[in-house]
């Protein structure tokens, strides 16, 4: 299968200098970038009023919760799981989660989004649908054994159920991550075996960590340590590890986590709308650690829109810091990009040659993203996901003109018509 | 001409209380909302899995700024103004102005916008445009004299012929405003000047208004006072003025705004995008100041898309706060809406009989859309530009299923698709 994208401007390589060419597709990688490729293709799609980019990873999600989309608002984290999302996870159905999956992908396909880092419970409901639509997606099992030995049993035979589901399958796009919820729930002994797995597993892990002022008070009373320093003590500190939110870091933390390589899933607007805290985005970058972006799921944000999170990220740090070149757009654009490629050890995010084949395609005739005076800007500004017409993942076109290829649109949002109110 | 919109979901009054019911239109005001209303009308609209709601009011912008969306990026207002904006508007010529607010009231109407309050300069070309459009505008010529006597004249001379202009042309649609472009920009004379005028005009007024930390040292230097108190000595302060930023404001600016009835016209996109700052929006509704919202221009935006704007006002507040209940989203809805038309004098921004037919409708056939447990988080924190399907302002169908039916939009993007890149 080879596919073959006419004229349009990209944001080529890690530099984004916008280039007129055209992108020979050979099966799931990029094989020739250059200015009037004359070579037959399978499929041959026009691009020459667009704008080509390197398709979003959206290093931190919890797909399902799209069902709670607008469930508890105004409510700060601990209230809003404890009282709102916890009890309707308890009552959460397979099926529902299935569901819920497949709305979540349609969303994230519309966002541009070939791939994301998911946790949550029924992943193998979550591995089916991501197989159907197309994308490429990281599954992990949300484990909480709040220091209840039996509990921690029932987690680790529920990732070991799902380690294995995930390895019959094969799949070179359904992979298989390890997903302790976090240092406070989850015991020192779960987060050690969660690092034995990882290395006799050579599995990637991702964990919430440092999200709220409350966490850090919890490790405290609990460890008279700091949530990365228990993190440390459980052996998870290392290139592997994907640590969501990551707001309340002492300088201490912030070095530890560079010098080990650790990943930083940034998630603006959910910690925004629940009030969390700002992510100190300069210091961590400028310690060389790798950021990368997620939409966390769509009951905190309430989207998985993750131009709008990239737009998000940007402006909070320049208010942050009445410094409006704080941060760059592409550093952002990295963030959303080759950062989470980087994370997951994927040959992804930028459009170059050798690359994966991960693209989304724009049409910039829209009235809010003319003129372009600056490509880059304007994606991040002035973009937002609805305006992705064409998405491809691993060589493969998932959307065309706005239209889902892979599974029935419809038939989802049908079912969730009338859900809710 | 009478229109009915059949069995949508609206949030009806001001209680937004979602209510399923049909919406009859005549002339320009909304006569009836019930149940199955039979009655015959010149046109049906079937919004039988739609959310229907009052159209938005942007407070706050400069439309023909869209031509220089993306031009200058990640520096603050004042090196923004001086040697980005400045100099492009210098060379701007009264046919790009035109073309510019063409463009930006195409996007206003994928917005949902009924009604915008605009500022800058060949404004008869923006009072064209908005004409053929066919939405609201309260549009003002952006006075700057800096002090000087000469260029005093000319902008006074510009004012007197702008209200003239648009005296003349009696519409319903396009009004008048003053606009002194800011405290800092005008002097004392030209304020009272605007101040006498608006008395003898009976016209609105609109001003820029502590936006910058700068600003207020540099009215700090000039008069020993606050921007404020300068606007207080030149009688500006009363029910007729809104006033955009307020951001650097003391308790004592609060509660004099407040107890003359001062708008303030919150931005937080472009405050955000700036580093301007953070406009204290608990304080300013506590002290019953009346809030309306803007988008600003698209060059500091880059947008105008006035529900991504309340979704930023919200979170911000939560995010600087640590305390995600400190805005509620009736309380930013009513900024987008209502509180708009309060500054305005017009009776509109809710839906109800006897108020103006200004109404959005937004098909929630997406996948970002649902489920719908909650239509105003979900309109809020969800929703964006491009949902909006159907727009009605005034009574006049402005855009039908996504199709902008007053202008040919096609023709619009086509002249702008190519400048810049």
């Known amino acids: 299968m080879s596919i073959l994208l006419k004229g349009g401007l990209i944001l080529y390589d890690t530099s984004y200098h916008p280039t007129r ?21 399978d499929e041959v799609i026009d691009a020459s009023h667009s704008l080509i980019i390197p398709a979003f990873i959206n290093a931190h999600t919890h797909s399902p919760m799209v069902i709670f989309r607008g469930l508890a608002e105004d409510v700060p984290l601990m209230d809003w799981l404890q009282n709102y999302i916890w009890p309707a996870e308890r009552k959460l159905k397979r099926k529902e989660v299935y569901w819920g999956a497949k709305l979540a992908l349609l969303e994230m396909v519309h966002s541009g989004i070939s791939t994301f880092v998911d946790m949550y419970f029924y992943m193998e409901e979550v591995a089916r649908a991501t197989l159907e639509v197309g994308l490429r ?3 992990g099992y949300g484990m909480v054994d709040l220091e209840d030995e039996e509990k921690r049993r029932k987690e680790i035979k529920e990732t070991e159920k799902l380690h294995e589901f995930i390895t019959k399958l094969n799949s070179k796009l359904v992979k298989f991550i390890l997903a302790p919820h976090a240092p406070y729930t989850c015991s020192l002994d779960c987060l050690k075996w969660v690092a034995e797995k ?5 599995s990637l892990v991702t964990i919430h960590l440092a999200e709220t002022r409350d ?3 919890i490790m405290e009373e609990k460890y008279g340590r700091s949530p990365v320093e228990v993190l440390k003590e459980a052996n998870l500190l290392n290139d592997k590890l994907i640590a969501a939110h990551g707001i309340w870091l002492s300088k201490k933390d912030l070095e530890m986590l560079a010098s080990s390589n650790v990943t930083i899933a940034h ?14 985005m300069r210091d961590a970058i400028d310690e060389d650690i790798n950021v990368a972006l997620g939409t966390d799921g769509a009951a905190s944000n309430n989207t998985l829109d993750i131009i709008r999170e990239m737009r998000l990220a940007s402006l909070l740090q320049k208010v942050n810091t009445l410094n409006p070149a704080i941060v760059k757009s592409e550093e952002i654009f990295r963030m959303a990009t080759i950062n989470g490629a980087k994370a997951l050890k994927l040959k992804a995010g930028i459009i170059k040659e050798g690359y994966i084949a991960d693209i989304a395609v724009i049409n910039l005739k829209r009235s809010h993203l003319l003129p372009l005076h600056n490509p880059l800007a304007t994606l991040i500004f002035s973009a937002k996901a609805g305006d992705i017409d064409t998405l491809i993942v691993s ?3 998932i959307m065309l003109d706005g239209e889902v290829l892979t ?13 809710g109110i």
Chains 1, 2 share one sequence.
Do not use: H, Q
């Not at 060419?21 to 293709?41: F, H, P, Q, T, Y």
């Not at 998630?267 to 100190?280: D, E, Q, R, T, V």
């Not at 038939?411 to 009338?418: E, M, N, Y």
């Open 395 to 397: 060589g493969r076109v």
């Open 267 to 280: 998630c603006p607007a959910s910690n925004m709308k629940l009030g969390s805290g700002i992510f100190p």
């Open 198 to 202: 990882s290395r006799e597993w050579d």
């Open 215 to 217: 966490e850090i008070k």
């Open 407 to 419: 599974i029935d649109e419809e038939k989802v949002i049908d079912k969730f018509l009338g859900v």
């Open 21 to 41: 060419a055209d992108i020979l597709i050979e099966g799931d990688k990029i094989v020739e970038v250059k200015r009037n490729i004359n070579k037959a293709a």
């Open 137 to 139: 997606g990281f599954l």
